[in-house]
């Protein structure tokens, strides 16, 4: 990421942009137990539809000029990576 400090600048500034985008009207759809972030990637349990959750992608994108942020989901599998791990949602019976 380039200097050393630039780690820490960018978890600063990411944490101000998440507590914004947090307190938005999306936020009632996001299970706060199942929210991380690292540095600059975040990990979400979502429980709206596809359309809601492309909408908050589409606010979250319209916050700052240089910040974009993509989307990945698999809602048939239920299953996401993130970080170089597949995370699955297994069905209990």
């Given at each position: 990421?380039?200097?050393?400090?630039?780690?820490?600048?960018?978890?600063?500034?990411m944490g101000g942009f998440e507590?914004?985008?947090l307190n938005s009207e999306f936020a009632k759809y996001i299970y706060k137990d199942y929210y991380r972030r690292f540095i600059d990637d975040m990990f979400l349990l979502w429980g709206g539809t596809v359309a809601q959750l492309e909408d908050?992608?589409?606010?979250?994108?319209q916050i700052h000029p240089t910040i974009k942020f993509m989307c990945?989901?698999?809602?048939?599998?239920?299953?996401v990576s993130f970080l170089d791990v597949l995370v699955r949602i297994a069905m209990q019976y």
């Open positions: 990421m380039g200097t050393r400090v630039a780690p820490t600048y960018a978890n600063l500034f507590k914004f985008a908050f992608v589409t606010f979250l994108n990945s989901y698999d809602a048939v599998k239920r299953e």
